[in-house]
């Protein structure tokens, strides 16, 4: 939730900068701001983490100002440590990258505004984290689409990326069965509010049921004890009730809403737009309803496992209720990040996606 009035943020190391503050803005104490237009900003998803607050700052016409560039602000900047609230780290997620969903929500599910790494487990939902205001997706790894530094993809550097206007580019492995003779995948100039994250658009074929489906090939996950592993991605759709679509971390497979054998993914099928958290093990499923899709808006999907003792879905940067792991994926069975999308009509126009991030601290 965005902030409404002053946060504890014990600063252990860190420069400071002044900044013109925006129009009519209030921006509190220990929250986290955007430089935007020359004016900072209370950040907001999707764009570029410029630091946090150290003194409050209310440029308000009530207090006497109010114009953009009456009073400035003060804000850490570069890399500075702090102690944060942090849902669900525990001392497995040292190395794990720390996401802002607005000024004063810090996510561990991947979104669009990286704003630093957990350096040191302290308690239970409390980490020490070493924020960066240099860090941006566009520092975090080779693409618009993809998987970035620290995913390990048999213990070697980063994966590769859905990218280049056409096609399926590295090692993403189209496995469609009922899809169109072509891969039709491009990149979006402008497919969110942000200037910081692009995307792609998956198209299927305008018949009904036709489909569009990719693995990344080589990338194998094994969901084993102390070893968390994180996913993320951010989609959109026309029409959420004549659509199928999962996306997730899973098996290698040609079938993926058919019978897919063991994974962790998001599943909407034909269902007013529900989108289902599914955990399977050997063919055995369990699931719980994690958000209901809006046409033609945005969401943010996200999950962790922990690498101990629960899955958390997220959404929009929220936590939802822990999952058990009852069906959590085969130890022994490689898992990779998969998409299937099925266009359930001929107006549908396809599947909307700014990112898809994966990645396991091993």
């Known amino acids: 939730m965005s902030a409404s009035a002053d946060a504890v943020l014990n600063i252990m190391r860190g420069e400071t900068v002044k900044y013109p ?68 780290v525990n001392e497995y997620m040292v190395g794990a990258y720390v996401y802002a969903y607005d000024d004063n929500t810090y996510c561990l599910a991947p979104l669009r505004t990286p704003v630093g790494i957990v350096r040191r487990y302290v308690s239970s ?75 792609v658009l998956i198209t299927p074929d305008v018949a009904e049921n036709d489909s569009e489906s990719f693995q990344l090939s080589g990338a194998q996950f094994m969901f084993v004890d102390t070893h968390p592993i ?7 759709v026309a029409d959420v009730t004549n659509i199928d679509l999962i996306m997730g ?24 737009g529900t989108c289902f958290i599914i955990t399977e093990k050997a063919t055995t499923e369990a699931s719980a309803t994690a958000t209901t899709l809006v046409n033609d808006t945005y969401v943010n999907l996200g999950f962790l496992w922990d690498g101990a003792s629960a899955i958390y879905p997220y959404v929009n940067g929220t936590r939802g209720t822990v999952v058990a792991t009852t069906y959590l994926p085969t130890s022994t069975v490689g898992c990779t990040p998969s998409i299937e999308f099925t266009a359930g009509a001929a107006s549908e126009v396809g599947l909307y996606m700014s990112f898809l991030d994966a990645y396991q601290i091993l």
């Not at 994180?230 to 959109?236: D, H, P």
């Open 21 to 88: 503050v925006t129009a009519t803005t209030s921006l509190y104490k220990g929250s986290m701001i955007s430089k935007r237009g020359g004016y900072a900003s209370a950040l907001v998803d999707g764009y570029k983490f410029n630091g946090h607050v150290k003194s409050t700052v209310l440029n308000t016409v009530a207090e006497g100002y109010g114009a953009a560039g009456d009073l400035n602000v003060e804000v850490y900047t570069g890399k500075y440590t702090a102690e944060i609230a942090l849902t669900g």
């Open 125 to 199: 939902g409390v980490a020490e984290v070493e924020f960066d205001t240099n860090m941006g997706r566009e520092t975090m790894g080779a693409g618009v689409v993809g998987i970035f530094e620290g995913f390990k993809k048999n213990n070697l550097g980063p994966a590769c990326v859905i990218a280049n206007n056409s096609g399926v580019a590295g090692s993403w492995v189209r496995t469609s069965v009922n899809g169109p003779g072509a891969v039709v995948l491009q990149t979006i100039a402008a497919i969110g509010a942000s200037p910081y994250c692009n995307g």
């Open 230 to 236: 994180f996913f993320g991605t951010r989609i959109k």
């Open 249 to 272: 971390i899973g098996a290698v497979d040609t079938a993926l809403l058919a019978a897919w054998s063991d994974n962790i993914s998001f599943r909407v099928v034909d269902a007013a």
